[in-house]
């Protein structure tokens, strides 16, 4: 267990003893160390915000037990073809008004056709050329579709390896945990920057979560993005009735991440549309760094933008700049946007 001294320090060697001891310390000393090493590597005040488009949406083969893309699940959804890259576009530059830094594009495939690439690297420049960061999730990358994205100019790819590898065949069976780890490595060896996390509250032990933390925290480079989905219980779907997860085990699960994983940002991501306002303060002073902003996730909702806007500014919290912005394209108008986080209206 580390102590007060070498805490912060970037790891790839956690134990699980040590991930399991860190879940079951009393609450409010966890919460005291993941703050600490949040503030040793970051603005606490900051938090980066992203924004989801699904670009091609359902009839996905997979089998995922959470998901309402699946075609194994009758959810209502209705199917989309990939979109054109004008609408892409559209909702891109509707992201960056609205104060958003990075552009996630999501598609329900177990893997990309090689013919959907040049649609995909005319979407990544028109983004890259609004001055956004882009990311993507298409499912599984060989390595040369992971060289043509970066090529494009991706700077991220989120592929999440969901829960630990114990559990994981309850959750999938259509692809496999390496198969995940697989794809992370063809992402690394591109050069992208990797965001990758998982679902807590799919009726995983807390030995689970553990499992999930640990993997994600002793790869070889800690992804730059961790996000923490809480399941969003989507009916027709095989976790439609699960009960509802402790939030102060979800608070737990991000404090530990921020712990494990000191510099990396940990997404508040899926499932924040049915978290109160205070549950999601304490999962920022836990050390949760980053949002979906948007009225929509993929496919399911997302909180109100002027309710997160509201949250903002009732917490004392602001939108993260990116790093190279101040010379990059859109400037002018992500600063504009970010203003309507700090209006004074509501204290
Ligand atoms: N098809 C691609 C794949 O699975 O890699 C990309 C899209 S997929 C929807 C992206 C991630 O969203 C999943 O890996 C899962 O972690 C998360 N997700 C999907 N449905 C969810 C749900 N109902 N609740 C929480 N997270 C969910
Ligand atoms: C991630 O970890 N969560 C996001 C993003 N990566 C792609 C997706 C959440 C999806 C929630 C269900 C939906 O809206 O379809
Ligand atoms: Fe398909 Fe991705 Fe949903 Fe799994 S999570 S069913 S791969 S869209």
Redesign the pocket.
Known sequence: MPNASNAGAVRSDWTRDEVEALFALPFNELLYRAHGVHRAHFDPTEVQVSTLLSIKTGA?P?D?K????STRYDTGLEPEKLLEVERVLESARAARAAGSSRFCM?????SPKDRDLPLLTAMIRGVKDLGMETCM????LSAGQAEALAEAGLDYY???I?TSPEFYPEIVSTRCFQQRLDTLANVREAGMKVCC???VGMGEGREDRAGLLLALATMPGHPESV?I??????PG?P?EEQPELDPFEFVRAIAVARILMPASHVRL???RENMSDELQALAFFAGANSIFYGEKL?T?ANPESERDMQLFRRLGLRPEERASAASAPGQAARAAANALFYDAATA
Not at 229 to 234: A, D, G, K, Y
């Open positions: 996905c997979e995922c959470y998901c309402p893309q999501g598609a329900a495939w177990r999730t298409l499912g599984m989120n592929h999440n969901d996390g998982g679902i996000p989905n809480l399941l969003v219980r989507v779907t976790l991501s899926a499932g993929l399911t």
